[in-house]
Nanobody, 123 residues
Framework: VQLQASGGGLVQAGGSLKLSCAASGRTTSSALGWFRQAPGKQREFVAAVRWRDYNTYFANSVKDRFTISRDITEQRKAYLRIDNLRPEDSAVYYC?????????????????WGQGTQVTVSS
């Protein structure tokens, strides 16, 4: 599975961004997740969507401002919308695909990772 994340950029605090991630390749995936990593910090889970029922999962710290959705016309493509951006949201955002079962909150569940897209929020 190859993953292509895009949509990052420089945004003022309070603004919004919509990141996208498209999965391609012959191997199917059970879910697509988003993680982020700020400089000097560990990679952390943000959100995920399970393909079979479109159930969504969020980190408690972001669930009020982040929305994950699927593309209705393109399979295995998902979006992460971030509203009311804060400087602490600045990070490289990665999308990842899980090919099997496991906790979608854990990075170890995901088998394939995209290259990441930078989000920078200015105060």
């Amino acid at each position: 599975v190859q993953l292509q994340a895009s949509g990052g950029g420089l945004v003022q605090a309070g603004g919004s961004l919509k990141l996208s991630c498209a999965a391609s390749g012959r191997t199917t995936s059970s879910a697509l997740g988003w993680f982020r990593q700020a400089p000097g910090k560990q990679r952390e889970f943000v959100a995920a969507v399970r393909w079979r029922d479109y159930n969504t999962y969020f980190a408690n710290s972001v669930k009020d401002r982040f929305t994950i959705s699927r593309d209705i016309t393109e399979q295995r493509k998902a979006y992460l919308r971030i509203d009311n951006l804060r400087p602490e949201d600045s990070a490289v955002y990665y999308c990842a695909a899980a090919s099997g079962a496991g906790s979608y909150y854990l990075a170890s569940t995901y088998n394939y990772w995209g290259q990441g897209t930078q989000v920078t929020v200015s105060s």
